[in-house]
């Protein structure tokens, strides 16, 4: 017989999320382990004892979680989908028919509060993952990645004159009683400006809505406003152990040393001490070094391509701080000089006289039409030759291969699937806030994924090495009683 469903909604029902949320699942998993409650004394500063009481603040958190665990790029879609899951309300701590905050509430509150309370329930995940025994410490890879900031290129307006109408304003303000009128927008009908158009650059334009954002462009990107995410991966488990946002257009050797002393601090509070960091060769030099030198850290990064070890033709002696020629004329030292191209270096000064070079067989090619030969040394140079002779050990590129299959993975799940691809809030402090808990979303996942694996993992090593012991015990015993046989025969 053919059956046929006949639906009537029930007007009183008797439910309980906790019956309907299966033991194994991710979220009901991820309350059992996660601690919110420092929140309430971190947060107490941002509020009054009298007023309408406003979101708590471990649902917020718990909210911009979910947020970045189910990818969602908008406040918006956190609350939609939250309404019509129940798993989330059940982490939440929400009865079906309990009403959700509103979504202009997130937004508020996540500028409301500072990096710290963001901070602070990153640093409490990694050790969630250190006590687990996930995470070793002890090497770490470095490498950064553009995200999109939310700005619009076509919106950016020139610095000058910005500036002055900002002061301008101010001034009209200051003298005015009366409300400000906004400057009127322009419409379909109002012609446009025939001149060429100013290229766009940082130091001529600049986002009104978010000024903290920068043109930049890569390969395979667009040339549009982005923050650059700097992330330290640890090696053996592939664990965030440190991120940051920094300007897009901030040289990767610049930002090297922050991100060190954010790691080294970060694993330093766990009782770790870092002792290995992989980096590609945009995070060389010499500042990124001495970096390397002052936390006592095993550097594995490439010189880049301009780095010379050895002068052809011309031979140092360090004993008297001078080049020699192939004529045998020499080069002293004439000072340190400052070199302003990218980056302010300290360039130690190498010259001819220019009596030797005048009568020299080699002047055609050694200097051309110059008057004397000049070489300059990066002041940081002996830092450099010992990076060098590191790159050049047989471990070296065994460490080069192992930075690329850790970090770079790491940052494309980053990216890709915990919500990373576009910071949905404006100014740098907003997008470190954004990185900081897209980094504490994946650590979670991978927590919540590995420690079962773990446990497997050792069970099947600890029922391995019993089979081995058994097989070697009887090999023995089998060995020893052909020997007592023989020697009886």
Not at 26 to 31: C, G, W
Not at 159 to 172: A, G, H, I, K, P
Not at 426 to 440: D, E, H, L, R
Request: glycine letters at 4%; aromatic letters at 10%.
């Amino acid at each position: 017989m053919q059956g046929k469903k006949d639906h009537q909604e029930k007007l009183f029902i008797q439910f309980q999320l906790s019956n309907y949320v299966p033991v194994d699942n991710f979220y009901r998993r991820l309350k059992k382990i996660l601690n919110l409650d420092f929140l309430y004394q971190s947060t107490s500063e941002y509020y009054g004892k009298e007023g309408q009481k406003s979101i708590d603040p471990v649902i917020f958190m718990k909210l911009m979680l979910v947020g970045y665990l189910e990818n969602l790029d908008s406040d918006r879609k956190i609350i939609s989908i939250t309404r019509m899951r129940m798993d989330i309300l059940y982490f939440l701590g929400y009865n079906l028919d309990e009403a959700l905050p509103w979504h202009s509430t997130l937004s508020r509150t996540r500028k409301l509060y500072g990096e710290e309370q963001f901070i602070d329930l990153f640093k409490r995940v990694l050790k969630l993952c250190i006590d687990a025994g996930l995470i070793c410490g002890k090497r770490q890879a470095v490498d950064s990645a553009l995200v999109q900031a939310n700005a619009s290129k076509s919106n950016m307006v020139e610095r000058q004159v910005m500036e002055d109408v900002f002061v301008y304003s101010r001034e009209l303000d200051a003298n005015s009683e009366e409300v400000p009128v906004e400057k009127p927008k322009k419409t379909k009908d109002q012609p446009k400006d025939k001149g060429k158009k100013k290229p766009f650059s940082n130091q001529t334009h600049y986002s009104p809505s978010d000024p903290d954002a920068r043109l930049t462009k890569k390969p395979g990107k667009p040339f549009d406003l982005y923050y650059k995410s700097q992330v330290s991966v640890d090696t053996d488990s592939h664990f965030i152990t440190s991120i940051q946002a920094f300007p897009a257009n901030a040289a990767d050797n610049v930002s090297l040393p922050d991100v060190l002393g954010h790691v080294t601090e970060n694993m330093q509070e766990n009782n770790i001490r870092v002792k290995e960091i992989l980096a590609d060769a945009a995070y060389s030099s010499g500042e990124a070094l001495r970096a390397l030198t002052s936390h006592n850290l095993r550097g594995y990064i490439p010189n880049p391509g301009n780095y010379k070890s050895r002068r052809e033709g011309f031979t140092y002696d360090a004993e008297n701080d001078w080049y020699t020629c192939q004529n045998g004329a020499h080069l002293t030292f004439k000072g340190i000089r400052s070199s302003y191209k990218k980056v302010s270096t300290q360039k130690r000064w190498y010259q001819s006289n220019f009596k030797d070079c005048k009568e020299c067989p080699f002047r055609d090619n050694c200097i051309g039409k110059a008057g004397i030969k000049v070489i300059t040394d990066s002041v940081d140079k002996p830092l450099y030759d010992q990076m060098q002779q590191i790159m050049e050990s047989p471990n070296a590129k065994r460490m080069v291969r192992l930075r690329s299959a850790t970090v770079e993975p790491v940052l494309g799940s980053l990216i890709n699937y915990t919500g990373m691809k576009r910071i949905n809030a404006k100014g740098i402090k907003q997008a470190n806030k954004c990185m900081t808990m897209a980094a504490v979303a994946y650590n979670l996942k991978k927590l919540l994924k590995y420690r079962p694996r773990l446990i497997q993992s050792n069970a099947k090593r600890l029922e391995k090495s019993v089979k081995m012991f058994i097989n070697n015990r009887l090999a023995r015993l089998m060995q020893l009683s052909a020997t007592h046989f023989t020697l009886q025969f």
